[in-house]
């Protein structure tokens, strides 16, 4: 059973620029959601889809965006790009939109972007 | 606003040692908390759930505890290996949408042949 698949897996861009990263979930999975990793600031929540909505949205400027398709596949969005988006950014995927024991969240290996 | 807080930050230790690591919250109004392990360059690897109604979990050598009212969870990994080196990192989920977790800043734990 394949894993949660982030694309590019890295990336560098320069100011100004803009993004899309891509996240394909785990079969089956209708929840994905991302995160934001930098040395700084750790892991903060960005947003969460489900059955194409937004469900939550973290504290980040509109700069951030993001979708999910019908087929659950996910991307987000960052346009004017700054130094400070450098980060890897974290795809994660769930069966469900609600919680349980086995309800877990299932990371992918990141797309690492780098801003000059 | 949630925080939460890993001591300590980096851990080293001889191949075979108990060892713990600490995970502290500020807000205890939790849904659940997980402990994760992340690689270096990769993902995160979930390793426990705990449910706010739950004391602790167990899985092979790794049992996580959880005093919700202390605002505190624990991350015990009994006769640690080499190949435990990783960084754990907990996280709180404040309502049953478990996707929108606040993290710790992590534990770095290198484990000595």
Same mark, same amino acid.
């Given at each position: 059973?394949?894993?949660?698949?982030?694309?590019?897996?890295?990336?560098?861009?320069?100011?100004?620029?803009?993004?899309t990263?891509?996240?394909s979930p785990?079969?089956g999975?209708?929840?994905?959601?991302?995160y934001q990793q930098?040395?700084?600031?750790?892991?903060?929540?960005?947003?969460?889809?489900?059955?194409?909505?937004?469900?939550?949205?973290?504290?980040?400027?509109?700069?951030?965006?993001?979708?999910?398709?019908?087929?659950?596949?996910?991307?987000m969005?960052?346009?004017?790009?700054?130094?400070?988006?450098?980060?890897?950014?974290?795809?994660?995927?769930?069966?469900?939109?609600?919680?349980?024991?086995?309800?877990?969240?299932?990371?992918?290996?990141?797309?690492r972007?780098?801003?000059? | 606003?949630?925080?939460?807080?890993?001591?300590?930050?980096?851990?080293?230790?001889?191949?075979?040692?108990?060892?713990?690591l600490?995970?502290?919250?500020t807000?205890?109004?939790?849904y659940?908390?997980?402990?994760f392990?992340?690689?270096?360059?990769?993902?995160?690897? @979930?390793?426990?759930? %705990?449910?706010? =109604? $739950?004391?602790?979990?167990?899985?092979?050598r #790794?049992? !996580?505890?959880?005093?919700?009212?202390?605002?505190? @969870?624990?991350l015990? %990994?009994?006769? =640690? $290996?080499?190949?435990d080196?990783?960084?754990? #990192?907990? !996280?709180?989920s404040?309502?049953?949408?478990?996707?929108?977790?606040?993290?710790?800043?992590?534990?770095?734990?290198?484990?000595?042949?």
């Amino acid at each position: 059973k394949a894993g949660v698949t982030q694309t590019p897996r890295y990336l560098i861009k320069t100011r100004g620029q803009q993004v899309t990263l891509s996240c394909s979930p785990i079969s089956g999975h209708r929840s994905v959601s991302w995160y934001q990793q930098t040395p700084g600031q750790g892991l903060q929540f960005l947003f969460e889809y489900f059955s194409e909505t937004q469900r939550n949205k973290g504290n980040f400027p509109g700069r951030f965006s993001g979708r999910q398709f019908s087929n659950s596949r996910s991307e987000m969005n960052v346009s004017t790009l700054e130094l400070g988006d450098s980060a890897l950014y974290l795809c994660a995927s769930r069966l469900g939109h609600l919680t349980s024991g086995a309800n877990v969240l299932t990371f992918g290996a990141g797309s690492r972007l780098t801003v000059l | 606003k949630q925080e939460v807080t890993q001591i300590p930050a980096a851990l080293s230790v001889p191949e075979g040692e108990n060892l713990v690591l600490n995970c502290s919250f500020t807000d205890s109004a939790i849904y659940n908390l997980q402990w994760f392990r992340q690689d270096p360059g990769k993902g995160l690897t @979930s390793l426990l759930l %705990i449910q706010s =109604s $739950q004391r602790e979990q167990t899985s092979g050598r #790794l049992n !996580a505890s959880l005093d919700k009212s202390s605002g505190r @969870s624990t991350l015990y %990994i009994a006769a =640690s $290996q080499p190949g435990d080196s990783a960084t754990y #990192l907990c !996280a709180v989920s404040i309502n049953n949408a478990g996707n929108m977790l606040t993290f710790g800043g992590g534990t770095r734990l290198m484990v000595k042949p």
